[in-house]
Structure formats: structure tokens, C-alpha cells
């Protein structure tokens, strides 16, 4: 299988402060997810990102297909963006399956 | 906008006992797959479904554990005699299909504890 790497694995931040969040991977990919999964457990669909560069208000991502590597750009932190972040990948076979990191934990606080 | 949606959202259960996870997937969706991530542990895949059959399963997608599409909505996953190590958040996804699955869309999770 893939290997997914997560950088840094917790994370702490005041509120207002920017952090990046690193995704390496041992393969090439052709499908590239990052999700954040809250208190409760549910996985939020950040970005679909298997290559550029998306932004969504303070959040964007930058996936490096050729260098194998992803970035999650988190800027002016809010409590809310606490919880774990994950990065998964796929091949992009048929029926291929997505191998997910051990996540970013990330605690912001007031 | 069109979601994945898991029912129930948490089952407590004796060990030994059958459970049953139901989702309903994206409707116009051709790929289905069930995940399960230990507490505090990270995702990992148990199967993938596609044209009514099992295309790829896992290590830990054992006898115990089935899948299936009784009609044209639903996909469900059942452990036919629960473990203690079962307890676990159960995801199910699906993609549209095509060439590859391309994105994924996860619903909210089925919390099982199995005492």
C-alpha cells in the first residue's frame, strides 16, 4: 500500500495564529483528500485536491503530485478548527481504495 | 447538496450479537465502501463494492463481516457475531465512478460499542 505521512502530529495554537499542515506520500496518486474530523467524530470534506492549489476563506490547500507532498494552510485559527486533520490518497485505479494518515491533531485555544 | 447518511448513529451491543450499519449513499453514485477507524486510531479501509459485488476487501474484512445492496439505495454492512475489537466508528462513502472513484464523500459515522 501507500505509506501517508502526517506532519506535525499535534498542534497548538492560540487563537488568530496561521499553521501549515504537511501530507507526504510514498506513491504516485492520482486522488487526494484532506478532512477534518471534529469532536463528534464526523469526517468534513476540506478539499478534494489531487493537484494545484484551492482555497475555501481561511483555509487552502496545495497538493505537489510530482513531489508527492500536500499542504493545509490554516490562517487566523478559530477554536472551531480544533480536531484532527487527516490527508488520504488513492491511486486512481478502478475500485481503488484510499489510504489515510495518522492525522494532525490540532487544539486552538482562546 | 446530496449527502451520505448512516443510520444508526451509535449501537451499543452485546458480544456475539449480529449488527447492522445501513447507508444511504449519493444516489447517482457507482462506487461504495465501508471504513472503520479505532478510537484515536487512523482510518482504514474495509471494503469497496461496485456493480453488486465486493471488488477489493481488507485483512480485517473477515467472514464476519458481509455487505450488501438490497435495493436500488441502500448498502449495508453486517458483522454477523460482534467482537470486543469491532468497537470502532464505522464510515461509509461512495464516488461517482468513471475512470476512478475521484472524490470521495463520507457520511457522519455509526458508533459501535460492543460490550
Known amino acids: 500500500g501507500i505509506q501517508v505521512e502526517q506532519s506535525p502530529p499535534d498542534l497548538i495554537l492560540q487563537e488568530g495564529a496561521n499553521s501549515t499542515l504537511r501530507c507526504n506520500f510514498s506513491?504516485?496518486?492520482?486522488?487526494l483528500q484532506w478532512f477534518h474530523q471534529n469532536p463528534w467524530g464526523q469526517l468534513i470534506n476540506l478539499f478534494y485536491i489531487p493537484s494545484g492549489t484551492k482555497q475555501n476563506g481561511r483555509l487552502s490547500a496545495t497538493t505537489v503530485a510530482t513531489e508527492r507532498y500536500s499542504l493545509l494552510y490554516i490562517s487566523s485559527s478559530q477554536t472551531t478548527d480544533s480536531g484532527v486533520y487527516f490527508c488520504a490518497v488513492e491511486r486512481g485505479y478502478n475500485f481503488n481504495k484510499f489510504y489515510f494518515g495518522s492525522g494532525t491533531k490540532l487544539n486552538v485555544k482562546p | 447538496e446530496p449527502e451520505v447518511t448512516q443510520t444508526p448513529s451509535h449501537q451499543v451491543t452485546q458480544m456475539g450479537q449480529e449488527v447492522i450499519l445501513r447507508c444511504v449513499p449519493i444516489?447517482?453514485?457507482?462506487?461504495f465502501y465501508w471504513y472503520r477507524q479505532i478510537l484515536g486510531q487512523k482510518v482504514e479501509f474495509l471494503v469497496s463494492f461496485y456493480n453488486n459485488e465486493i471488488s477489493e476487501k481488507s485483512e480485517i474484512f473477515d467472514d464476519q463481516f458481509s455487505v450488501e445492496r438490497p435495493d436500488g439505495s441502500n448498502f449495508t454492512l453486517k458483522i454477523r457475531s460482534t467482537k470486543l475489537e469491532d468497537s470502532a466508528m464505522y464510515f461509509c462513502a461512495s464516488g461517482r465512478g468513471g475512470l476512478n472513484p475521484g472524490e470521495l464523500f463520507f457520511g457522519e459515522g455509526s458508533r459501535l460499542t460492543v460490550l
Open positions: 506513491d504516485s496518486v492520482n486522488n
Open positions: 444516489s447517482n453514485h457507482l462506487y
